[in-house]
């Protein structure tokens, strides 16, 4: 019996279970055709694995999908392309010395025969087409370009491109805006309204509120595997569906009582930094930040912060200048040294060198304390040690995983890796925390945890040093705030004494 004609997707009482955690419990939507459809959840929410299911990559355990009104068996991807269904994943999956166009057919290239006998592919027809879809959609791309020769943001239109030359119609994002900047993201969004327009079914994955709100028709949330409400977005803010979302009342403006500054901890003066290329990206800057002290650096991406931030953990060699901790001249001590002393660091790039990911979570939490009690005695590691303090970091931090602290890391969603590199590094008790980006591609409620506990760190005294592209997360944290541009700090004042706005005028490099 065909379901619901209206409907182009309908999932009935999908159900999906990987070891020790259900991704999907018996979830039922359906999507109209011609409309935008988000799914909005938390990191490990279950939508990823909810849609790879309508991609063909994952069968669900219980549950049935009719597409067209029409039960189907998604066994492959390919099964997918069969009805039109394509998706863009959270990571792409191109070949970086292929061209766009060779990416773009791959496994259906247009073949011709020379002579009428040799068959050769026909990249011409292909590279033709190519360029008639990519004015069509107003997705601008050169199809002979290799694609490790183009940005992220071109990619991403390869991977569309990529679809729409599969005869795609109903095509799904995972988190397309993880990866872009604002105005690639403002082309992204105007890119789906066009494919709405042109009749195309979207379905959006994000946890980000805004652009649900900018671009989408309706939205289903999921928490935790279970879908708890679909919505009109017309009809709905953005606070409501937040709160749906994190599954309690969350707040966009942090708690935070009157400073109570101490001693200076660190001091950095006439730092300079030089690139690879010897070109100075950190010039003669200075600062100071003592006990009970969030020091934000405020700034647009590459002027210098990372540098800074760096420089002070060790990672990077400065040029100039002298950086000193509880006053002892540090400037040349070695990375393992400066931890010892008092230094933990959160890196933006928290897979490359914040977590190892063939390590379970229990080893992770301990990387930098492993071979001191309680977790190595005599030299024998302490299983029982590990595993408790773990039980203990996930707690504080709601940090989830499927298999308890035995997980493996890889396995967890990026979101959870993050909290699990905050929860290590703040309890190593150090009097100097550097958090670069810590809340970059986090959803609301693990924004407001690990900034509550920044400000938590900061109310025990230590210091702070807050590297974030974020004005929001800046103005919410710091008690002072000094403001970078091309490699200088244009300004450095105490936090209520700036505006938003004024922040906003020194990062664009506007000096008074
Ligand atoms: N292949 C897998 N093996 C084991 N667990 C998985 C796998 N894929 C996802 N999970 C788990 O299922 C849950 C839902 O994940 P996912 O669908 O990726 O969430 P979201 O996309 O909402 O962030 C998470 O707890 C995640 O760790
Ligand atoms: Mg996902």
């Given amino acids: 019996m065909p379901a619901d004609a209206e409907y182009i997707v309908e999932m009935k ?11 999907n419990d018996d979830i039922s939507i359906s999507i109209k055709k011609g409309e935008i459809f988000a799914f909005l959840g938390e990191n490990g929410a279950g939508k990823s694995t909810l849609m790879s299911m309508l991609f063909g990559m994952y069968e669900p355990d219980e549950g049935e999908i009719f597409v067209r009104g029409e039960k189907v068996s998604l066994s492959s991807s390919n099964a997918a392309a069969a009805l039109n269904i394509g998706m863009v994943h959270q990571h792409f999956k191109l070949i970086p010395n292929y061209t766009i166009a060779e990416n773009i057919v791959l496994g259906i290239e247009p073949v011709k025969k020379a002579l009428g006998i040799f068959p050769y592919i026909d990249i011409k027809s292909a590279e033709k087409k190519i360029m008639d879809l990519s004015r069509f959609y107003g ?6 370009k290799k694609i490790e020769e183009v940005n992220v943001s071109t990619q991403q239109r390869v991977e569309i491109l990529k679809m729409l030359y599969r005869e795609a119609e109903i095509l799904i994002f995972d988190e397309p805006t993880a990866v872009l900047t604002p105005q690639e993201i403002e082309f992204l969004l105007d890119t789906m309204r066009e494919l709405r327009k ?7 994955i994000t946890h980000k509120l805004e652009e649900i709100k900018q671009i989408a028709d309706r939205c289903a949330i999921l928490r935790r595997g279970k879908l708890v409400e679909v919505l009109a977005i017309a009809e709905s803010s953005t606070r409501e569906m937040a709160n749906l979302m994190v599954g309690r009342e969350v707040s966009f403006i942090r708690e935070k009582s009157p400073p109570k500054f101490g001693d200076v901890v660190l001091e950095v003066e006439g730092l300079s930094v030089k690139n690879e290329n010897q070109f100075e990206v950190v010039k003669n800057v200075s600062f100071s930040i003592r006990k ?3 020091f934000a650096i405020a700034g647009v991406s590459g002027n210098g912060q990372v540098e800074i931030a760096d420089a002070v953990a060790g990672l990077a060699k400065p040029s100039k200048g002298s950086i000193r901790l509880a006053g002892r001249d540090i400037t040349a001590e070695k990375i393992r040294r400066r931890i010892e002393e008092g230094i933990a660091y959160i890196p933006e790039d928290r897979q490359k060198y914040g977590v190892i990911l063939d390590f379970t979570l229990q080893e992770n939490l301990a990387v930098k304390q492993y071979y001191l009690p309680p977790f190595s005695k005599k030299g024998v590691l302490q299983e029982e040690g590990f595993k408790k303090y773990a039980e203990d970091l996930s707690r504080r931090f709601d940090i989830r995983s499927g298999q308890g602290t035995r997980t493996l890391t890889r396995s967890m969603s990026g979101g959870n890796q993050q909290k699990a590199i905050v929860a290590r590094e703040i309890s190593l008790d150090a009097q100097l925390l550097i958090f670069v980006q810590p809340t970059r591609g986090l959803d609301i409620g693990a924004i407001e945890n690990i900034q509550n506990q920044i400000i938590a760190e900061r109310d025990m005294g230590r210091a702070v040093l807050l590297i974030s592209l974020e004005l929001d997360e800046v103005m919410n944290l710091a008690d002072t705030i000094g403001v970078i541009y091309n490699g200088e700090l244009l300004r450095i004042s105490a ?10 005028k020194y990062m664009m490099g506007v000096k008074s």
């Fill in 495 to 504: 936090a209520p004494e700036l505006t938003p706005n004024e922040v906003g």
């Fill in 139 to 144: 997705l601008e791309v050169n199809p002979k």
């Fill in 198 to 204: 042109k009749g195309k079914t979207i379905i959006l």
């Fill in 13 to 23: 009482h999908i159900t999906k279970r990987f070891p020790g955690i259900t991704a």
């Fill in 292 to 294: 009970g002290e969030i």
